[in-house]
């Protein structure tokens, strides 16, 4: 009895495969579970992990976000230029990375609030816009020279646990309790589960929806800072591809692309996941090219399950709400129904 209830647990999946990818491989490889090797897993998860749980707040209310993989590539740029040209130090210059990332956010809700552009179009633009940007800044040269400082926040570990692990840790931890334990939290939730009842709810959408996207470049705008400590410099080809991989890990983790659906604890196994699966084929001395290709069929895979899903409902749309809110819907689903006519 306990084992089925353990199985109805909507991220079960996901988590069990965590576990199998780490036995099996571990079993094929020991020294895929050394600790060093731990500490690259974890490393790269927290790059990943951190934009997965932002992009999954624009996803929530059924947008999206293409640009983080660009934002971080322009914001670390943006910081790097700064601190080894200007002599700006590193205390204004991390803050300074997190803001570009959050102004860009606010750009991308204002379009898509305001102006009705769709999400997929003015996150493209910023996509193609700010990695140029990061090349244009010291055209396509690395910027050397940067504090150490910065490798100083990768390297330091607390109990054996790398400071961007733990950095990630918060975010999930935040954004889990935002989400969950908060009206507006919940409110995200009926945004992307029913525009049209939302706002008949009195829901402020528009609000919710601009706060998502500025969620989700802050994030992009942190993990700025953590390439700089890992790689040591500011490279403007980082972050190319890192988008797809952040989508990837929210749907493997059971956020619903239609919006309204997927809660944060899924989108972290479904960024273990992935990190499992890269690290696994490198140690397996797998082609980097095969990679690519595992990639897009788990992908795949949690596609067709999201479909399956949504059908499985009847709807084109899932439109599961939160309790506390779902009778509040409801009400105004029915009281914006033509006369006469059922729900």
């Known amino acids: 009895m306990r084992f089925r209830r353990l199985t109805e647990v909507p991220e079960f999946g996901v988590i069990a495969a965590c576990i199998v990818v780490f036995i099996g491989v571990t079993i ?5 579970a050394n600790p060093s090797n731990l500490q690259v897993i974890g490393l790269d998860l927290a790059n990943y992990g951190i934009l997965a749980v932002g992009v999954t707040f624009a996803i929530l209310t059924g947008g999206i976000d293409l640009s983080p993989g660009s934002v971080v590539a322009f ?9 080894a040209n200007l002599g700006v130090p590193v205390w204004l210059c991390v803050p300074m990375s997190v803001v570009i990332g959050m102004v860009i956010g606010y750009l991308h809700g204002w379009f898509v609030t305001r102006l009705n552009v769709p999400p997929f179009a003015i ?3 910023t996509l193609t816009a700010a990695a140029g940007g990061a090349l244009a800044l010291t055209k396509g040269q690395p910027i050397s020279g ?3 400082a910065y490798l100083t926040i990768v390297e330091t570990d607390v109990l054996g646990v790398p400071v961007p692990v733990i950095v990630f840790i918060v975010v999930a931890v935040a954004a889990w309790f935002f989400l969950e ?9 009926a945004v992307g589960g029913n525009i049209e009842a939302a706002r008949l709810s009195g829901i402020p959408v528009l609000r919710r929806q601009l706060i998502t996207y500025v969620i989700s470049g802050s994030c992009a705008g942190l993990v700025g800072v953590l390439v700089i400590g890992r790689i040591g ?7 190319s591809g890192w988008e797809l991989d952040a989508i990837a890990a929210a749907v493997i983790g059971g956020v619903s692309l239609y919006g309204g659906e997927g809660r944060v604890i899924g989108v972290v196994a479904g960024a273990l996941l992935l990190m499992l699966i890269n690290n ?9 090219f095969y990679q690519q290709v595992a990639l897009g069929l788990v992908l795949g895979v949690a596609i067709v399950a999201d479909r399956i899903r949504a059908q499985r409902r009847g709807k084109p749309r899932p439109r599961r709400l939160p309790k506390s809110i779902a009778g509040e819907v409801a009400s105004a689903e029915t009281a914006s129904a033509p006369a006469g006519s059922s729900t």
């Not at 094929?28 to 895929?32: E, L, N, T, Y």
């Not at 696994?280 to 980097?288: C, E, Q």
């Open 146 to 148: 940067v504090s150490n």
């Open 233 to 239: 410099v500011g490279d403007p080809s980082v972050g």
């Open 181 to 189: 334990r908060t009206y507006a939290g919940r409110q995200i939730y």
């Open 28 to 32: 094929a490889r020991p020294s895929f």
């Open 280 to 288: 696994a084929l490198i140690v397996l001395n797998v082609s980097p």
């Open 123 to 125: 996150t493209l633009v």
């Open 75 to 83: 914001s670390s740029m943006v910081s790097a230029y700064f601190n």
